[in-house]
Structure formats: C-alpha cells, structure tokens
C-alpha cells in the first residue's frame, strides 16, 4: 500500500491528457516496457489518423509535446524513466493508473 494520501489526486491529474493514456496503454499493450519518443509520437499520431485526422495533423509537435510536456510529467509521477538526450522511455507499471486508464478507455 502507497502512503502517498495525495496518491489518487496525482493519478487522476496524470491520466487527465488523452496522450498519457494513450502512452500507458501503448506500453500496456507491447511486450517491451521501452520505447524512443519517436515510436511514441508515431503511435500517437496513427491514432489520431484512425480518428479522422491526417497524417500531417498527426506527427507535427508530438515529439515536442512528448518531450516538453507529457513525459516529463509521467516521470515526476514516477511511471516512466525518460532520457532527454537519447530519447529512450521505460515504462514504470502502475496498477492503479492502468487501471483507470482501462476504465476510462471502456467508457
């Protein structure tokens, strides 16, 4: 049991950005807990061309929101491990984020 009693309050602030649920489900999904921002940013931008966005809409800025905003937040929350200079991602599991996030993709 986590003695964090703000545990729950960052996990759902976590989990509030499409992208960083898309992120833990991506990793939910594969068989390897890493990953290159670019793999991620790719991943996220397929999705969003299966969404009925384009392909151009899809890749421009995710490597930089990826870089600047999203991962650096999963980190302070402590469910990756990211490295700036090499771009590599590892992946952190968190029950109760994937299990919100699983929720939360059922709805």
Known sequence: MNDDPNRIDRVLQLLTSK????????FHHVESD?????VLSAHLGRLRVEAGGTEAES????QNEL?????????DYGIVEYDPR???V????????EAITEFLTEL
């Open 19 to 26: 992208e960083r649920r898309r992120i833990i489900e991506y």
């Open 34 to 38: 890493t990953a290159t921002v670019e």
């Open 59 to 62: 890749t421009d800025g995710y």
């Open 67 to 75: 870089h600047h905003v999203h991962l650096p937040k999963m980190q």
């Open 86 to 88: 090499s771009g590599h």
């Open 90 to 97: 590892r992946y952190r599991s968190d029950d109760q984020a």
